[in-house]
């Protein structure tokens, strides 16, 4: 079944680090681009970082942040969280099976919690 399953959020204290992880099944589609979304408290979503023919983050989590890929698992590293990273992460997959055919997947998203 193609799809994509985000896990590793949780509860952490400011200043520490969260990984996520993104399981993609492909099924017999080509994975085009990956990323991460964030749905924080009061704001649209927004673009953490993406991967693709280039790496792209928000400017809000350069230098923090870094997401990379292995097989068909995606990571975000989360470094010196802060409370405004609290949120909803979403994972997203666009796949098809050709260029001009893809879709995007979503995650159902993972809770990440920046308090003391």
């Known amino acids: 079944q193609v799809g994509v399953v985000e896990s590793g959020g949780g509860l952490v204290q400011p200043g520490g680090s969260l990984r996520l992880s993104c399981a993609v099944s492909?099924?017999?589609?080509?994975?085009?681009?990956q990323g991460w979304y964030r749905q924080t408290p009061g704001k649209e979503r927004e673009l953490v970082a993406k991967?693709?023919?280039s790496t792209i983050y928000a400017d809000s989590v350069k230098g923090r942040f870094t997401i990379s890929k292995a097989k068909n698992t995606m990571y975000l590293q989360m470094n010196l969280l802060t409370p405004d990273d609290t949120g909803v992460y979403y994972c997203?997959?666009?796949?098809?099976?050709?260029?001009?055919?893809?879709?995007?997947?979503w995650g159902q998203g993972t809770q990440v919690t920046v308090s003391s």
């Open positions: 997203t997959a666009l796949m098809g099976l050709g260029p001009q055919n893809t879709y995007d997947y």
């Open positions: 991967i693709g023919g």
């Open positions: 492909t099924g017999v589609l080509t994975v085009y681009s």
